[in-house]
């Protein structure tokens, strides 16, 4: 097997690493998207009582799983100005997305009557 800074060194020539970071740039993107989006829809089931049993279990099991991979890929930012550049493009990328979904930001429920199990 070829030492480390050889397998690098060439993944950086045929430009793989550039590959790999971009395809984990947008993966993790999607990833901030997708779970922002089921953070939104468990209020919504939360305030209708409607967050339960397995449903609540395997939520509860995603944001868990969630949080250690954000933790972990937090780890590879390393400076405020990618940090920064991150959450710009979440920014973007969130907007031309609910967009294209129509998922827009801003909703009430229709008849926000005492239903709201809060």
Same mark, same amino acid.
């Given at each position: 097997m070829k030492p480390k800074k050889q397998l690098i060194k060439a993944a950086i020539e045929d430009g793989?690493?550039?590959?790999? @970071?971009?395809?984990?740039?947008?993966?993790?993107?999607? /990833?901030?998207?997708? /779970?922002n989006l089921v953070d939104e829809a468990a209020e919504v089931m939360l305030k209708r009582g409607l967050l339960l049993g397995e449903l609540k279990m395997r939520h509860n099991d995603f944001v868990r799983s969630a949080d250690r991979y954000f933790k972990e890929f937090a780890m590879m930012i390393t400076t405020n100005k $990618?940090?920064?550049d991150m959450f710009s493009d979440l920014e973007e990328f969130d907007k031309s997305f609910r967009e294209w979904a129509k998922? $827009? $930001?801003?909703?009430?429920?229709? @008849? @926000?009557?005492?239903?709201?199990?809060?």
């Open positions: 793989s690493l550039d590959r790999m @970071n971009m395809l984990l740039s947008a993966a993790h993107l999607l /990833n901030c998207e997708a /779970n $990618t940090k920064m998922v $827009t $930001t801003e909703w009430e429920p229709i @008849n @926000n009557s005492d239903k709201i199990c809060e």
